[in-house]
C-alpha cells in the first residue's frame, strides 16, 4: 500500500531522480528545436500537469502554456469514448504546438486531441508523451518525443492517477 491510497503491491518503475534525468533530455531536445519558434505547449489535463512543468520550468526562450481537458469516459482502467471537457483559449492558428500528454495507451485520446488542433491550422504540431504504452495501440499517432517505453500495465503517480489517485507520488507505480 502506498501512503494514503489504498492500491495493494504497487511497484515502482520509475523513480523521481529517473524522471526527472529523462525530463531534462526531452527538455533539451525540445529546445533544441523549438528555441527559435515561440512554441505553444498544451499540456492534456488532468494526467500532464506535473510532467509539463517540469518540463517548462527551465526553459530560457519565448513560450505559451495552455491546456485541454478530455474525458475519456474511465471507468477504472478502461477507456470508453472521449468528449471534450475544456477547449484551449490560447488561438493555435500559425503557431508551434506542443501537445504535452502524461500517458499514451490505445492513441484515441491523442488522436481525437491533434485532430481537433489540426483543424485551427498550427503552423506545426508535435508531440511529447511522458509514457507510450505499446500494448494496446489501435491507433497510430505519431510521437516526436517519448519520456518511457512500456508494453502494458496500468501505471499511476507523477500526475497519473487512477479514478483521481496517486497523481501526488514523485515516482511512477505499475498496479495490478
Ligand atoms: P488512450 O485514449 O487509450 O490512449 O488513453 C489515454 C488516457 O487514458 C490517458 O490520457 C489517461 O487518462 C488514461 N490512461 C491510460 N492508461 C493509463 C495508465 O496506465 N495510468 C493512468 N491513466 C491511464
Ligand atoms: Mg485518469
Known sequence: MIEGIQIENPILIFSQEEILIRVSELRKRIAEDYCERKPLFIGVLKGAFVFLADLVRKFDFPLEIDFIRVSSYMGGMESKGIELIMDTSIPVEGRHVIVVDGIVDTGATLRFIVGRLK??????????????????????????????????GFLIGYGLDLNERGRELNGIYLIK
Do not use: H, Q, T, W
Open 119 to 152: 483543424l485551427k491550422n498550427p503552423a506545426s504540431l508535435g508531440v511529447c508523451a511522458l509514457i507510450d504504452k505499446k500494448e494496446k495501440r489501435g491507433i497510430e499517432v505519431k510521437l516526436d518525443y517519448v519520456g518511457f517505453e512500456i508494453e502494458n
